[in-house]
């Protein structure tokens, strides 16, 4: 046992009518929601990389957070993964999620650095037999160190590419190991700063080689797991690939890979796409490539990926109500890719804000839940297409009418539709009720 959450005990459900802060006013994690348990929904995850790693820095401040296992090598590796584990257990989640750097130092050589995070590896395990907190997800960092500033897959150096898949390799196979159910991959510089050195269309088949490599050797060592891209538009890179779910799918879908995977989802990153992150889950759920979610949000008056915590009950009721009509994440879930700010300095700010987190995510499942229940919302948007079920619209989609025959039909019939209003501020009202 570390000390470093002295004074503080394991977080509880008191009710919405609790005034104690650490404690969870929404979120019971057994309770019945739409004939499941909340945790079931849920499936919540502690990112291993804002919550431990994370020093406090912004665009234009470094360090502000001091933790123990700063700048200690191993043994600080450690220190912290006693830590991580005793944070899971205070704030009772079943799952966490991590890259390879946050757990572990990297070494002089890839040998080095896969040896670390093995031997940090090692000890997750015994800690995940005795606690039984599960892992979610696992990924590697191919984005910080300076051998990335070009890409990894995407790099114009094939040493680059060559030395990211042996560090996928060897977090692939520990996410296996530790029985985690999907691994991710994040393009955070597999794109560009300037076309002027650029090949997009190489680049292109770079990146869909890497994933072809992975998603084989996946098959390979048996992982029956979800691999997941998430999508992000820019920053670090002036333009990155991935920009968003239907950029992704298309390119999936060029080199055939587009039943292999599916999407993570960050809140923070449909916004600096211009989108909604129910937007985003909509196109993905359509699609078949809803897989997981990064529940976060930007600061709208800042310019980068600010990761605060979510607290809007009422995007997040829009964003399940998505996620309860595809039947749920499956293997997926929420993991919290969010940070406390940089003048959050104590240890139960990291409560704090995975508490008022939680909250907000339990809110917005049992408004979606409630909203499908109550059946006006869908009954309406059943109604506004409901000249698609049936005589000429019907046929229209199953492709029995020529464009000339559809023509012919409106002068026949003397089509002369008139506009009909789509409600959209009382379905705002409708959706408010609920939350």
Request: aromatic letters at 12%.
């Amino acid at each position: 046992m570390s000390d470093f959450f002295k004074g503080l005990s394991k977080v509880k459900y008191e009710g919405s009518e609790s005034k104690n802060p650490l404690a969870y006013r929404h979120y019971n994690k057994d309770e019945i929601v739409a004939g499941k348990r909340m945790e079931d929904h849920i499936r919540p995850a502690i990112a291993y990389w804002h919550t431990f790693a994370a020093e406090g820095g912004d665009p234009f401040g470094g360090r502000t957070f001091d933790r123990p296992w700063y700048d200690k090598g191993m043994e600080g590796a450690k220190l912290k993964a006693e830590v991580a584990f005793e944070f899971f257990d205070l704030l009772d989640v079943p799952f966490f999620c991590f890259h390879d750097v946050d757990i572990a130092p990297e070494g002089a050589t890839l040998a080095e650095s896969n040896k670390n995070v093995r031997e940090i590896g090692d000890i997750f395990a015994k800690k995940m037999e005795q606690t039984g907190t599960k892992l979610l997800w696992g990924t590697a960092n191919l984005f910080s160190n300076r051998r990335y500033m070009a890409g990894a897959a995407t790099n114009p150096d094939p040493d680059v590419f060559a030395y990211a898949a042996g560090q996928v390799k060897n977090v692939l196979e520990l996410t296996h190991e530790l029985g985690g159910q999907n691994y991710v991959l994040w393009g955070g510089r597999e794109g560009y700063e300037t076309l002027l050195n650029t090949k997009v269309g190489h680049e292109a088949d770079q990146m869909a080689r890497f994933l072809h490599l992975v998603i084989d050797h996946a098959k390979k060592i048996g992982f029956d797991g979800t691999i997941l891209i998430e999508p992000k538009p820019q920053e670090p890179s002036k333009h990155q690939y991935d920009f968003d779910v239907a950029t992704v799918y298309g390119f999936l879908q060029r080199y055939g890979l587009e039943k292999e995977v599916k999407c993570n989802i960050e809140v923070g990153h449909a916004f600096l796409a211009g989108h909604s992150f129910e937007h985003e889950l909509a196109i993905a759920s359509s699609l078949g490539m809803l897989g997981s979610v990064d529940a976060n949000r930007n600061d709208l008056q800042s310019g980068w990926d600010t990761d605060q915590f979510p607290n809007n009950a009422g995007e997040m009721a829009l964003a399940f109500y998505y996620i309860l009509k595809q039947g749920g994440l499956g293997k997926g879930g929420f993991n919290f890719d969010a940070k406390v700010r940089r003048q959050s300095l104590d240890p139960a700010d990291l409560l704090y804000g995975h508490i008022g987190g939680l909250d907000t995510l339990a809110r917005g499942l049992k408004g979606a839940a409630a909203l499908i229940a109550d059946g006006e919302f869908d009954r309406l948007l059943d109604e506004r297409y409901a000249g698609w079920d049936s005589g000429m619209g019907k046929d229209i989609l199953a492709g029995k009418l020529s464009l000339a025959e559809i023509a012919d039909r409106v002068h026949a019939e003397n089509i002369n539709p008139q506009p009909r209003s789509g409600r959209q501020e009382y379905l705002e009202n409708l959706v408010n009720r609920f939350v």
